[in-house]
């Protein structure tokens, strides 16, 4: 393996992140009251891909711990369906992530989603593992769950260090 590179993160925004999926967070332009005007709802801020004959979308919750070091050396996909992030903690976390296809290294893009983000990568985007920057730090997983195979890897032939805004 080589050297590792430097991957400066960037914020998450709508726009910059639209490739490889859908942010999570409260959107006014998507917002209706429901129950008596007690509850402002925000409106299909993602959509959920189960892809397949059986497939099905399940909730899950995650415990991550950070990567220490902070040195990313593989990717992953899920061919057959989207997963979502959503953070119950309120702790930032990292989304490292490259465009469908064959992993081409070089498109690699670092995002940092704030607590009160989440993020829904499409079927078929390439992504590191998760990558939470607290001990102990909770996410609600929503993912496909059905028969065939939904979980690719890769080794990178160059490790990723990823560089937080306002690091050198």
């Not at 991957?7 to 967070?25: K, Y």
């Not at 909730?59 to 996909?77: C, K």
């Not at 990558?131 to 496909?144: A, F, G, H, K």
Request: hydrophobic letters at 40%.
């Amino acid at each position: 393996m080589s050297q590792p590179r430097a991957l400066r993160v960037q914020p998450l925004t709508p726009d910059a992140f639209a490739a490889f999926g859908q942010i999570i967070e409260r959107d006014a332009s998507r917002a209706f009251p429901i129950n008596q005007g007690r509850t402002e709802r925000f409106h299909a801020l993602a959509q959920v891909e189960a892809l397949g004959e059986g497939a099905q979308g399940i909730l899950s919750i995650f415990r991550g711990q950070p990567l220490e070091p902070l040195v990313i050396t593989m990717m992953e996909r899920h061919p057959q369906g989207s997963q979502a992030f959503v953070p119950m903690n309120g702790q930032a976390f990292l989304a490292v992530v490259a465009p469908p296809g064959e992993l081409d290294e070089s498109r690699v893009e670092g995002f940092l989603v704030q607590g009160h983000q989440g993020v829904n990568y499409r079927a078929g985007t390439w992504h590191a593992p998760l990558l939470p920057l607290e001990p102990d730090s909770d996410y609600l997983v929503v993912d496909r769950q059905g028969p065939g195979n939904n979980c690719d890897e890769q080794t990178l032939s160059q490790p990723i260090i990823p560089v937080l805004p306002g690091k050198a």
